[in-house]
T-cell receptor
């Protein structure tokens, strides 16, 4: 089905482990984004990408790594997870001038 | 820089009441403006948008008008339903800057039967 898919929906990991959150979109939108949503902070931009192989830091990039080798995929990796990275993560895609389409989110808990 | 400010919640209304959620913005260029809605446990969904001054976006009984003179994009609905209970986010899109969006902090709406 067309759309933007995030996986997994839920993830529990231990402090210090590496974890990758996946994001896949079927529209070939140029722009893709990763946000985290925390109570009291709203949505904060982690990383974004304007096209394949073009990525840039957002507001809160520390501790995260992204890649975009293909237009449709934009994985987010936590290199060494910390408890402060417990959050709900949203991926989004868009084309120039249009609104974002969001995925359903990944709820990550770091214990 | 660009930013969005929206009224703090939660907002609690009775069914069929009139809803206004205020949103003001700061932008250096000519942004597009959006309202998103987030139902519990779900991602954000686009509710409506306006791309230039005086445009009115509307959807599902919700409306918002892009007011350049007051830099506002207030969300309104004439008669809310219990099913409208959600968090509402105002946002602007800076088309000149990698299509980045700037979101407000969200306003939680609770509608009581």
């Amino acid at each position: 089905d067309a759309g933007i898919t995030q996986s997994p929906r839920y993830k529990i990991t231990e402090t210090g482990r590496q974890v990758t959150l996946m994001c896949h979109q079927t529209w070939s939108h140029s722009y893709m984004f990763w946000y985290r949503q925390d109570l009291g902070h709203g949505l904060r931009l982690i990383y974004y990408s304007a096209a394949a192989d073009i990525t840039d830091k957002g507001e809160v990039p520390d501790g995260y790594v992204v890649s975009r080798s293909k237009t449709e995929n934009f994985p987010l990796t936590l290199e060494s997870a910390t408890r402060s990275q417990t959050s709900v993560y949203f991926c989004a895609s868009s084309e120039q001038g249009n609104g974002y389409t969001f995925g359903s989110g990944t709820r990550l808990t770091v214990v | 820089g660009d930013s969005v400010t929206q009224m703090e919640g939660p907002v609690t209304l009775s069914e069929e009441a009139f809803l206004t959620i205020n949103c003001t913005y700061t932008a250096t260029g000519y942004p597009s403006l959006f309202w998103y809605v987030q139902y519990p446990g779900e991602g954000l969904q686009l509710l409506l948008k306006a791309t230039k001054a005086d445009d009115k976006g509307s959807n599902k009984g919700f409306e918002a008008t892009y007011r350049k003179e007051t830099t506002s994009f207030h969300l309104e609905k004439g008669s809310v339903q219990v099913s409208d209970s959600a968090v509402y986010f105002c946002a602007l899109s800076d088309r000149g800057n990698f299509n980045k969006f700037y979101f407000g902090s969200g306003t939680k709406l609770n509608v009581k039967p």
